[in-house]
């Protein structure tokens, strides 16, 4: 498989944003963009976490059902649910029904609620210097980890935060712009040279 691929637009993309309009519109639009705030970046972190043994096109698809489930990811309000709203979290077919997944996700919003300087300020700590860091040729040039969201993931541990491991703390990177593997010669890549 080609690593880039031309859409009927004319536009070569990343090959994995071409399996599903989904993923095509959340790679031109979202995916490598730096996005801030605590609340948005609670969002990312919770479901980089529901993600894990599964594949990412689900929750695209469960993103709407997870946003009002889980009060658009508003943190105090996550971090006041309790027993009732785990057992209504479990009883929700539009999301993704794991226990340990949704209490670490209830246990997530507390944690952060307490952080110093918030979650935006702590994530993006980690995110390394974009001039130091070539723009990817190939998908085999994309790591999966690094030693930033290996670190990133220890911290966020060493916290209390459930469900961050390294991969997991990489793929938020990526999805939240703090490292952009767009492949060189992908249009969303040009738009921002």
């Given at each position: 498989m080609n690593d880039l691929i031309v859409g009927e637009d004319?536009?070569?993309?990343c090959a994995w944003a071409a399996s599903a309009p989904e993923y095509r519109a959340y790679h031109d639009e979202e995916w490598g963009t730096p996005l801030r705030?605590?609340?948005a970046l609670f969002e990312r972190v919770s479901l980089e976490a529901f993600q894990s043994g599964?594949?990412?096109?689900?929750?695209l698809r469960k993103r709407p059902a997870f946003r009002a489930a889980f009060a658009g990811f508003h943190i105090e309000t996550v971090a006041g649910f309790g027993s009732a709203d785990v057992d209504r979290l479990l009883g929700d077919a539009g999301?993704?029904?794991n226990r340990s997944k949704i209490e670490a996700t209830l246990h997530n919003a507390r944690v952060v609620l307490g952080l110093p300087g918030g979650l935006s300020a702590l994530l993006w700590s980690y995110a390394p210097d974009p001039a130091r860091r070539p723009r990817p040729a190939t998908r085999a040039?994309?790591?999966?980890v690094t030693a930033e969201s290996t670190a990133m993931a220890k911290d966020l541990k060493k916290r209390g935060l459930r469900f961050v491991g390294p991969t997991?703390?990489?793929?938020?990177?990526q999805a939240t712009g703090m490292v952009d593997d767009h492949l060189a010669?992908?249009?969303v890549a040009a738009k921002r040279l």
């Open positions: 004319g536009k070569a993309r705030g605590d609340d599964l594949s990412w096109i689900t929750i999301i993704v029904r040039d994309v790591p999966a997991t703390a990489y793929a938020l990177m010669g992908c249009h």
